[in-house]
């Protein structure tokens, strides 16, 4: 059966609903209602052995009793009775059928095989299935609801969902905000039509513009990819079963074969395909795609009345690559007089409360030129604000704080084909889902702790010798001043040794090949000596480079970091993470303002994703978390008995399944 032929789902000629009932309580007579009252263009036939008629209509005792052609049967009866009921429609030449009925192969092996009989006798009188199990289908352009609730408002997304009743709250909040659907489909167990023929048909219909799927599992893996590649409108997935436990909910749920969901993230990622991480987002996203259109770069402008929405929008645009670029000094002088002169001129933009519509009309003809997006918030009952906006336009419209003028503004826009967001992180999320990533910038990252500025720089021998009069345990070392002394100082020490630079202005010595490891010869050590310096001291002409520190190799260890920084606001503020050249890169750490107890620093220590390095990975030792937990709470000692310290960073820290050693140290001091 070809794409087209499932127009018999959902453009049928005539509908046949097997089960139907006189009882309003039950499913069979809600759902014939809604076929009538949703206004169903073509003829209705209710089948039941015991009625005469149903709503008005005549009923039937089986379908093959109906005289004229009957396209589409809905099936409500007691599972047992399915496999007759499809074998019936097969014989009256019922070229589909929707099974509501549940009691499958989600019931246990009886179930399934009562689902395969039900499969056989349908691909025996060429009738296709959507479900069983399942809550039926509803196109609001060829008025059919075959399910429930009766909602009628008709828009761009189609919603395809393994779950009838995520797929119906889709339903219910597109209906809810004047937006509507163009479909939902309720797959349920998927016994013959399933998410990768919907996917076909649906990229083929006219009246949809975004494919929304809520997947626990995909049942032709092959065919979904050859779809999702090919599909020419976006698809929004909303894939459950992420978890251990989760996967196991979703093969019970649907018998859904949930797989491993790293291999759907990278699936999903290659074929372009927008997932989402919630039934919110995945609601958001598919409303933004239908929606709104491809804006032609990331430069996002945010004009607002509420400073602490715009605030919360640029977080939000950061993270998702936006750039939210200076205002122009163009763009600034030409606001002069249109926006309140205590308003201050950048980006967000903040018009403050004396805002009103016309004044965000002027702001906008004035800005598009310099930006690729507009971000519009109103953060008060604006009045007016639906006259503002521009169906089509490169806007993400946010409205909140706005009462019952909010209310009428946003219904106004909805009817406009205009989407409207709550809140301004899922406006900007929504919004940066139509952006293909080679358009966004990377992402920003939350700010952390910064390196006070100014301080007074200890050496790095002197950083270690103060560590060890308070109760440090740190590698061998001596300082020296020369290359020769360097050689002295290694042949005491015994080879192998490491060579480190020691200025006090240099804070990462890797990047200016200030470090060397395990020199075994003072051949090897004058050498490194002195290339160390020639590469410090063209990298950084300006610091002060008061020679180098020998130490003795560190036997290999796990490698972490402890840290204090202390902040202008909340004071000391305690670092343990995964430590190496690779800190900043990672960020794998946990933090804790002062004061800490012991039980805080072992749950610092699980809160980091290398967390099972430390109890021993792949037949290496455990780590000595009592030792770890000792030198965090020293360096808490420290922070709090001497104030004048401003930073220690302790990085690396050898972590040892018997103690540990620190093998480098930076510590600042406040004043010069």
């Known amino acids: ?92 030449g019922v070229q589909a059928a929707v099974v509501i009925t549940g009691g499958f192969s989600e019931a246990g092996p009886e179930g399934e095989a009562l689902q395969q009989e039900v ?42 969902s393994q779950s009838g009743t995520v797929g119906a709250a889709m339903m219910d909040w597109f209906s809810d905000e004047e937006l509507g659907v163009s479909c939902f489909v309720s797959l349920g167990n998927r016994a013959d039509v399933d998410e990768t023929d919907l996917i076909r048909y649906f990229d083929q219909d006219p009246n949809t513009r975004v494919i929304a ?13 050859r779809a999702i590649d090919e599909a020419g409108k976006p698809v929004v997935v909303l894939k459950a079963g992420r978890t251990p436990r989760g996967k196991v909910a979703a ?126 918030i109103f953060g008060d009952p604006v009045a007016d604000a639906s006259t503002v906006v521009t169906p089509g336009a490169h806007e993400v419209v946010i409205f909140l704080g706005g009462a019952d003028v909010e209310k009428v503004e946003r219904k106004k826009m909805h009817l406009n084909g205009i989407p409207v967001f709550p809140t301004p992180e899922r406006g900007v999320r929504a919004l940066a889902q139509l952006l293909p990533p080679e358009k966004k910038r990377k992402p920003a990252r939350t700010t952390v702790p910064a390196s006070p500025a100014g301080g007074r720089h200890p050496s790095l021998s002197e950083c270690l010798e103060f560590l060890e009069n308070h109760g440090f345990e740190c590698v061998c070392h001596r300082f020296a001043e020369s ?61 002060d480079i008061r020679g180098a520190v020998v130490s003795c190799m560190a036997s290999a260890g796990l490698e972490v970091i402890l840290g204090m920084n202390r902040d202008p606001q909340f004071g000391p503020v305690i670092l343990f993470g ?51 937990a000792d030198a965090i709470l020293k360096l808490a000692h420290l922070a709090e008995t001497h104030e004048d310290i401003m930073e220690i960073d302790l990085n690396p820290v050898f972590a040892y399944s018997e103690g540990l050693v620190v093998a480098d140290a930076r510590i600042i001091w406040r004043g010069a």
């Open 1 to 92: 059966m070809g794409v087209q032929q499932l127009d018999a789902f959902f453009r049928p000629r005539s509908v046949a609903v097997i089960g139907a009932s006189e009882s309003p309580e039950k499913l069979g007579h809600e759902i014939l209602r809604n076929i009538l009252e949703g206004g169903f263009p073509g003829a209705i036939y209710p089948i039941n052995p015991k009625s005469e008629t149903i709503l008005g209509l005549q009923c039937f005792k089986n379908v093959k009793e109906v005289p004229d052609g009957v396209d589409l049967a809905v099936i409500i009866i007691p599972a047992r009775f399915v496999p007759q009921a499809v074998a019936d429609c097969g014989e009256k």
């Open 119 to 160: 499969v056989r006798v349908a691909r025996e009188g060429g009738v296709r299935l959507i479900g069983p199990n399942c809550q039926g289908v509803n196109n609001p352009y060829h008025p059919l609801c075959a399910s429930w609730p009766l909602l009628q408002r008709q828009g761009r997304v189609a919603v395809i």
């Open 213 to 225: 799927l809520y997947l626990e599992g995909i049942k032709r893996p092959a065919e979904f990819r």
């Open 251 to 376: 093969e019970s749920h649907t018998k859904s074969l949930a797989g491993a969901d790293a291999v759907y993230s990278s699936l999903f990622k290659a074929h372009r395909v927008v997932r989402a991480e919630t039934i919110q987002e995945f609601y958001d996203f598919a409303k933004a795609l239908a929606y709104l259109n491809p804006p032609p770069g990331n430069r996002i402008l945010f004009i607002t009345t509420s400073g602490g929405a715009a605030i919360l929008a640029t977080d939000t645009a950061e993270r998702e690559g936006l750039d939210v670029a200076p205002l122009p000094a163009e763009l600034a002088d030409a606001l002069e007089g249109v926006i309140p002169a205590h308003a201050i001129r950048a980006n967000p933009l903040d018009l403050t409360g004396d805002a009103h519509a016309a004044m965000y009309q002027a702001v906008l003809e004035r800005a598009r030129p310099y930006y690729d997006i507009m971000g519009i």
């Open 483 to 543: 290359p020769g002394k360097a050689v002295h100082l290694a042949n005491q020490l015994g080879f192998p040794v490491a060579l480190k630079i020691d200025s006090p202005d240099i804070l990462h010595k890797s990047d200016v090949g200030g470090v060397r490891l395990g020199l075994r010869s003072g051949q090897e050590v004058r050498k490194a000596y002195e290339e160390m310096m020639e590469s410090a001291r063209k990298a950084r002409p300006d610091a």
């Open 578 to 628: 995964l430590g190496g050249v690779t800190v900043e890169l990672f960020r794998d750490v946990a933090m804790r303002i002062l004061p800490i107890t012991r039980e805080d620093a072992f749950a610092m220590m699980e809160e980091i994703q290398a967390a099972p390095l430390l109890d021993g990975y792949r037949g290496a030792p455990p780590v000595d978390k009592e030792a770890l």
